[in-house]
């Protein structure tokens, strides 16, 4: 079975654009996580989505959204990037709760993203 | 305020040496304790999960251990080789998951 994939690898953008990062979880999954890890630092939750629904959500600016598509897939947006939203976005997907009611996450490879 | 802190920040252990990580963290209302391994440029692998009324739980040559009374956590490596050179994050479940930065291990021969 495919693990959680994400996509692009790798993004370099300049400050004021737009970007979105794709997430697909592993198949059965409904639940999926958004993260944000800066270099050196753990990662820091930005949004939990179930059954299409956000649950969660993290304490980052307006500038962040997401949504969960029928097939719960799941897109982070990330508007008038600054230099300081470079970092590795990771996505996570689980059963149901991510992860608050002890079920594993299982984590993407994550996408690099370089604000310029 | 919800937190993880974890120590060392960094460990440099000899192959076959094991080692002890730390990890105290703040959270309330508490659900669970997790011990990832990350490698450099990867997404977190979970090693081992603990509610609130477990002690211990292994995973090969990992060895997690959780006090819920003193909110600490720690995890034991076995026998280390050099795959196991990677970041360790403890994170702990509330209504978040909250993860702490991580302890960098690298194992030389």
């Not at chain 2, 305020?1 to 252990?13: A, D, F, H, M, R």
């Not at chain 2, 209302?29 to 090693?47: A, E, H, I, M």
């Not at chain 2, 490596?77 to 403890?90: E, G, K, N, P, V």
Request: contains cysteine; positive net charge; charged residues 15%.
């Amino acid at each position: 079975d495919a693990g959680v994939t994400q996509s692009p690898t790798h993004l370099i953008k300049t400050r004021g654009q737009h970007v979105t990062l794709r997430c697909s979880p592993i198949s059965g999954h409904k639940s999926v996580s958004w993260y944000q890890q800066v270099l050196g630092q753990g990662p820091q939750f930005i949004f939990q989505y179930y059954e299409k629904e956000e649950r969660g959500r993290g304490n980052f600016p307006d500038r962040f959204s997401a949504r969960q598509f029928p097939n719960y897939s799941s897109e982070l947006n990330v508007n008038a990037l600054l230099l300081g939203d470079s970092a590795l976005y990771l996505c996570a997907s689980s059963f149901y709760s991510g992860g608050l009611l002890g079920e594993t996450q299982y984590f993407g490879p994550g996408t690099r993203l370089l604000v310029l | 305020k919800n937190q993880v802190e974890q120590s060392p920040q960094s460990l440099i252990i000899l192959e076959g040496k094991n080692c002890t990580l730390q990890c105290n963290y703040t959270v309330s209302p508490f659900s669970n304790l997790r011990w990832y391994k990350q490698d450099t440029g990867r997404g977190p692998v979970s090693l081992t999960i603990m509610t609130f009324s477990e002690n211990t739980k292994s995973n090969g040559r990992y060895t997690a251990t959780l006090d819920a009374d003193t909110k600490q956590s720690s995890l034991h490596i076995t026998a280390s080789q050099l795959s196991d050179s990677a970041s360790y994050i403890c994170v702990a479940a509330g209504t978040a998951l909250i993860f702490g930065k991580g302890t960098t291990l690298s194992v030389s021969s």
